[in-house]
């Protein structure tokens, strides 16, 4: 008896490693046939941050890991099931078509919509409470109903667009996925917190791939698939901490959903305010005002890039779960002030400072330039010009100046 309990616990864990095993075999064989076939993403688009031909089909092979392990798992018997996989197929062809050919973006849409409909009408997840958020409880069906649609809508393609730097997209999908795993475990929803495992597992294998120096992207068809995931992790993780008595941090629940897909949600928000606003232009202009491209101008690799966002990201959960029991919209408030502090914000935070009549730090300034331009020959003292009195540069050092006003964040 106490052997096969213990079996029993361990079995969503050997679940997870069975997912990596599946994609770090099956990623290789996707790669390889890429290349025989010419099957590449496209570098010489000007956003681009590559410069060789790579497969970007590295969704095949998470969409494969994570249906196998969870189908043999013993805990794929749920009702929701036919319908999260009826979406998550359509979206894997709709992501391969878009990879090899393009798909126009009306067409996208409409596929991401029907797999969304799916797994709301067969899967019943609609939202019909808000937790107290703007201080509104329960909300009517059809507020529920279009509330869980934008939701979901805005998960995927916010998650589609983080997809820019080699490794992003993965780490960001395997911090959700595991805080969402931990949680599900927790409140005893053992189905999602294995199909929340598996997807670590899958992302986790796909990572010794994708990490730069990369050798597959996870394309429009992992970003796609894996956004769907977490677009049904997040409303139902919404629906059953606010449904179910005793959940870990209960009262944080709508705020903590926020913080853990902070990236995505903050980056596109973001970006789209900048377009329309700022630019005036459509918020679905091509452009590199992402934060990862943000950093990448500013001189750090794709790794530090990495790393520094996975820092962000971490440290949003982190203030969220240490302040939960703030009353809900004093709680977003920080969180949303705590991404705006941490995040780039095309240089609203030194626009600021400037108002108030605060300095901005030329040390900072001396830094980007020299990440931006290499180190400047001490040739030439320049006062006045915005560096401190020690610093020298030359005549044509200080013209790009305004390269690093336009890189400050």
């Known amino acids: 008896m106490e052997t096969e309990i213990a079996f ?16 770090y075999l099956v990623i290789p064989v996707i790669i390889d046939v890429s290349h025989l076939k010419h099957l590449f993403d496209d570098p010489t688009d000007d956003r681009k941050l590559h410069v060789s031909a790579i497969p970007n089909l590295g969704g095949v092979g998470i969409f494969a890991a994570v249906i196998i392990s969870f189908l043999l798992s013993g805990y794929a018997f749920q009702p929701w099931l036919p319908y999260l ?27 991401q919509i029907t797999a969304i409909v799916a797994v709301m009408a067969g899967g019943n997840m609609v939202i019909t409470d808000m937790g107290g958020m703007f201080g ?19 998960v995927i393609n916010a998650y589609n ?22 949680w599900f475990w927790e409140a005893g929803m053992m189905s ?9 597992g899958a992302l986790a294998a ?29 409303v139902s993780f919404v629906n059953a901490g606010i449904a179910k008595a005793a959940v870990p941090f209960k009262n944080a629940v709508p705020v903590l959903v926020l913080s853990v897909l902070i990236v995505p949600l903050y980056d596109t928000l973001r970006v789209f305010l900048i377009r329309a606003v700022r630019e005036q232009k459509s918020p679905f202009s091509a452009d590199r005002l992402h934060v990862h491209h943000q950093l990448i101008d500013m001189g750090f690799s794709h790794r530090t890039s990495c790393f520094l966002i996975f820092g962000f990201n971490l440290t949003i959960v982190g203030i969220t779960l240490l302040l939960s029991g703030l ?16 995040f780039p914000t095309v240089r609203l ?61």
């Not at 999602?192 to 670590?200: F, I, K, N």
């Open 8 to 23: 029993a616990s361990l079995l969503p864990l050997l679940v997870a490693v069975g997912a990596f095993v599946v994609a």
């Open 206 to 234: 796909f990572m010794r791939y994708n990490f730069q120096p990369a050798s597959i992207f996870m394309g429009d068809t992992g970003s796609q698939v894996v956004g769907h995931l977490l677009a049904f992790f997040a």
């Open 85 to 111: 996989s009826s979406g998550l197929i359509i979206l894997l062809f709709s992501g391969i078509k878009d990879d090899l050919l393009v798909i126009a973006p009306n067409k996208k849409l409409l596929l």
């Open 136 to 154: 509104v409880h329960e909300i009517p069906s059809w507020a529920g109903i279009g509330l869980t649609f934008f939701t979901m809508v805005v």
């Open 327 to 342: 009353e809900v919209n004093l709680l977003f408030a920080t969180v949303l002030g705590a991404s705006v502090i941490l």
């Open 349 to 409: 935070k030194r626009k600021a400072l400037d108002k108030l009549g605060v300095d901005t730090p030329s040390k900072r300034e001396i830094q980007v330039l020299e990440m931006k331009f290499g180190t400047p020959p001490k040739t030439v003292v320049k006062n006045g010009n915005g560096f401190s009195n020690g610093s020298s540069f030359s005549e044509e050092d200080v013209d790009k100046k305004e390269k690093v006003e336009e890189l400050a964040v």
């Open 192 to 200: 999602h917190a294995v199909l929340a495992l598996t997807l670590v």
């Open 161 to 182: 667009l983080i997809d820019g730097i080699d490794g992003l997209a993965g780490g960001i999908g395997i911090i959700a996925s595991s805080f969402f795993a931990w």
